[in-house]
C-alpha cells in the first residue's frame, strides 16, 4: 500500500525555484517526523531537511538558507521549497517518514527528479 507520494520534481535553470510536495496517509503523517533525502548519480543518498511532529525543522549545511520544509498537517502533507538552485543539486529527491518510536526513517516515497541546469 502505497504511503507517501511526491510531486513538484522537474527541470530548472540555476538561480530557480522549485516547490516538492508531499503526501501521506493521515494516520502516518500525524505520527511521523517528515524528511527529505536525495541521491545524485554516482552518489549515495543525504540527507536535506528535516520537520519533526511539532513542526521543529533542521537542515543541511549543503541547503541551509535556501531550501525550507515544512508541513500542513491539515493536508497530510510536506512541502520543500527549494530556492535559489544550483546545478550540484541535481538528484532524485525522496520524501520519508518515521514514525514515533521509531529508530529510522521506514517508509519511503518513489521520488521525484530535479535537475538544475547551468
Known amino acids: 500500500q502505497v504511503q507517501l507520494v511526491e510531486s513538484g520534481g522537474g527541470l530548472v535553470q540555476a538561480g530557480g525555484s522549485l516547490r516538492l510536495s508531499c503526501t501521506a496517509s493521515k494516520i502516518l503523517f500525524s505520527n511521523a517526523a517528515m524528511s527529505w533525502y536525495r541521491q545524485a548519480p554516482g552518489k549515495e543518498r543525504e540527507w536535506v531537511a528535516g520537520v519533526t511532529i511539532g513542526g521543529v525543522t533542521k537542515y543541511a549545511d549543503s541547503v541551509q538558507g535556501r531550501f525550507a520544509i515544512s508541513r500542513d498537517n491539515a493536508r497530510n502533507t510536506v512541502y520543500l521549497q527549494m530556492n535559489n538552485l544550483k546545478p550540484e543539486d541535481t538528484a532524485d529527491y525522496y520524501c520519508?517518514?518515521?514514525?514515533?518510536?521509531?529508530?529510522?526513517?521506514?517508509?519511503w516515497g518513489q521520488g521525484t527528479q530535479v535537475t538544475v541546469s547551468s
Open positions: 520519508a517518514a518515521k514514525r514515533l518510536g521509531a529508530s529510522t526513517y521506514d517508509f
